[in-house]
């Protein structure tokens, strides 16, 4: 019978109740990929039976943390990562995006690419993505391939688009879109991925005719799947859609009639909703990505995260890869947090978001947004052990630690100057998955 792993030190989540909660001197017992206790050490030390638990101990300048979670990526953008961000959004996604993504057809490409992109956010902690695929089905199951093969936790969406888009890169109708959707998402369920999902993946409301979107909804609905597009992420965007769709009250009812607006759904990015949209994303238990690298880089906009959280709205954090050109959550974290100052330097009654609430948002929020927190996202008992193993002294660690320091003065240290290297192990339903890929898979260079 294998022994239960239990890592001794310092712990450190979110709650429902504490954006951040620092549990000195723990234990959080690990079996079959599960937590089977999270207790004082020394509770646990009176009972300790060394046949039945293998003691790993975190260790002084050390911490164990849920892994994070990357609520919006697209895959095959990740090429492009830090390239092209001086093009307005119009020149960069015909200038760059869609030729990429049309690429996506050679499967050796996609494989490259995909195995690079996965790898990638592993090393930097994200142990569940939310990815965006092309329009191609033979690539994204690719995808799910590569994922499943290095153990991250993931939803996969083969993308829908049959309007407003490129001649070279749009599928031909609505017919072939919604057989090529069913056929991936069948093909995924049917291989049965350990942690692998589909997700239905309209691109936008300008890219898809309505006829298009009604059918995912109703795919969508009986399959019971997750949704994702994305959403009011710049002026033009939601002025264009106003004009496509003038009989309906906002964008997101655009997506509500279509039956796409519902538990499992997440909105990328949500910048210009209005009171009215946000009150129903609410009701209907739909979450927000913000991503604020993108938003920035691409000067679409300033999404106001104070507000949407203290109205109850889940949100998550996405990378948003490559209009953000960071495949890390940490940075997504930092500029969150930086865009929230933004309003408060506008507005000195503006409570901007700190440290806390950001990695909230990057653990248990990002597993709420994607409707997964019955799983992963924080350490509960029942829960699947998706965690990271922090060190702040390791070897080229830019973090210089000083007697004075606090336990949450560390955390907070990691979030603002940490990155990969201090990332020591990468835990997906307790299996240390970084180690392996990096031994299946050699390194990046």
């Known amino acids: 019978m294998a022994k239960t792993q239990v890592y001794c030190g310092m712990v450190v989540h979110s709650t429902r109740k504490d954006c951040l909660k620092i549990l000195q ?18 509770k646990f030390q009176q009972k300790v039976n060394e046949k039945d638990h293998e003691v790993i101990k975190i260790g002084k300048n050390g911490f164990l943390m849920p892994g994070m979670i990357d609520t919006h990526i697209h895959a095959p953008q990740y090429p492009n990562a830090g390239k092209g961000l001086d093009r307005g959004l119009l020149e960069w996604l015909t200038t760059y995006t869609f030729p990429t993504e049309a690429k996506f057809k050679d499967l050796e490409f996609a494989k490259s690419a995909y195995n690079r992109v996965v790898r990638r956010t592993l090393e930097n902690g994200t142990t569940t993505a939310c990815y965006y695929g092309t329009i191609h089905t033979e690539a994204c199951l690719v995808l799910c391939d590569i994922i499943e093969e290095n153990g991250q936790r993931a939803l996969v969406g083969k993308v829908n688009m049959n309007a407003n888009s490129p001649e070279y890169y749009i599928e031909e109708s609505v017919d072939k879109s919604i057989s090529e959707t069913r056929k991936f998402v069948d093909d995924v369920l049917q291989k049965k991925y350990a942690r692998v999902l589909p997700i239905i993946t309209p691109r936008f409301a300008i890219s898809c005719s309505q006829q298009l979107m009604d059918a995912l909804g109703l795919l969508a609905i009986e399959k019971d799947l ?102 890390s959550i940490l940075d997504a974290m930092r500029t969150a947090i930086h865009t929230s100052n933004m309003w408060a330097i506008k507005d000195p009654t503006h409570k901007p978001i700190n440290h806390r609430e950001a990695f909230m948002m990057a653990t248990y929020g990002g597993s709420q947004a994607l409707a997964i927190d019955h799983l992963c996202g924080n350490f509960e008992v029942g829960k699947e052990f998706d965690a990271l193993l922090i060190k702040l002294d390791c070897p080229g660690s830019q973090i210089d630690i000083f007697e004075e320091d606090s336990l949450e003065d560390l955390v907070q240290k990691f979030i603002y100057l940490g990155d990969s290297r201090n990332i020591q192990k990468v835990f997906v339903k307790g299996e240390d998955v970084l180690q392996r890929s990096i031994a299946e898979n050699g390194s990046q260079e």
């Open 25 to 42: 001197n723990h234990a959080i017992g690990v079996k079959e990929g599960k937590i089977v206790f999270i207790e004082e050490l020394k």
């Open 226 to 327: 997750h949704v994702q597009t994305h959403i009011s992420e710049t002026k033009d965007e939601c002025e264009s859609v106003g004009k496509m769709y003038p009989d309906y009250e906002d964008y997101l009812d655009v997506y509500d009639k279509a039956g796409l607006i519902h538990g499992k759904t997440v909105l990328a990015h949500g910048i210009y909703l209005s009171e009215k949209e946000r009150k129903k994303i609410k009701e209907k238990g739909a979450s927000i990505s913000h991503c604020p690298n993108s938003n920035l880089s691409i000067r679409s906009g300033i999404f106001n995260a104070r507000q949407c959280l203290s109205e109850g709205i889940k949100v998550g954090l996405g990378t948003d890869v490559s209009g953000g050109y960071s495949p």
